[in-house]
């Protein structure tokens, strides 16, 4: 199974599940997906897919019909005969009404044929996910061997915990929301502070070193990194 993660911009994960044994097809929907604010499992075969599906933790399952141990539609009826409601997209080559019907009749919820435009699939899962209950409410920020606990309000670095006054708390926590960008001082300022930019303060400055002292001080490599004259990065090497 490969899993791989982003955050959404509305602070809550949007889990899909891709279930599809075609290797290049695969890669191309997960990494798709992940870098339209999804995260994507994988499962290659069928027994795996019902195994994660059942979990009911997807927003999504994109499906395909013709898969390894299990086909598409077998694995749908399971689903549904256990009470799991997860919207479910079938993807498959097979475009024929009958082909299409027998698939919507099985407790499909939409159906895609290939090959298709990734836009109209990203189009057709924003539908079903405002459909779908499921959202995993995020309560861990990960980057790099830093760990933020939303719900302590608690951070860790390589299993050291780490105390942090509320503020430095909430820099941290905005500048690890957007980890991989730079965040200007003035965007800091107003969405930690809610204070428009003022060209005379230091504020900023002194909490990102009270920050980076208590996060970065003695461990491997360094996570908070300043961008001169526009702000901080946080982000991991490699």
Avoid at 34 to 40: K, L, M, P
Avoid at 71 to 100: C, K, N, Q
Avoid at 109 to 135: C, G, H, I, N, Q
Avoid at 209 to 222: A, L, N, S
Wanted: charged share 25%; net charge positive; proline share 3%.
């Amino acid at each position: 199974m490969i899993r791989q993660k982003i955050e959404s911009m509305t602070g809550a994960l949007r889990r899909i599940l891709v279930i599809e044994d075609d290797a290049e097809t695969a890669t191309q929907i997960v990494s798709f997906l992940t870098t339209h604010g999804y995260e994507a499992d994988l499962a290659v075969n069928g027994r795996e897919g019902l195994r994660l599906g059942e979990t009911a933790q997807y927003a999504v399952i994109t499906i395909d019909r013709m898969l390894p141990v299990m086909d598409g539609l077998a694995i749908i009826r399971r689903l549904r005969e256990a009470g799991v409601t997860t919207p479910a997209l079938i993807i498959s080559a097979l475009g024929e009404v009958d082909d299409r019907v027998r698939g919507l009749r099985a407790g499909g919820d939409d159906y895609l044929v290939k090959p298709f435009a990734f836009a109209e699939l990203l189009a057709r899962l924003e539908v079903l996910a405002r459909r779908s209950t499921t959202v995993v409410k995020e309560t861990i920020l990960r980057v790099g061997d830093l760990e933020l606990d939303l719900v302590s309000r608690t951070a860790n670095r390589s299993g050291r915990w780490i105390k942090l006054l509320p503020r430095e708390f909430q820099v941290l926590e905005y500048l690890v929301r957007n980890a991989g960008h730079v965040v200007p001082r003035a965007m800091l300022l107003e969405k930690v502070w809610d204070l428009h930019f003022d060209p005379k303060t230091n504020i900023i400055d002194v909490y990102v070193g009270r920050v980076r002292r208590k996060i970065d001080t003695e461990q491997v490599y360094p996570l908070i990194h300043t961008i001169r004259g526009v702000g901080f990065c946080v982000r991991a090497p490699g």
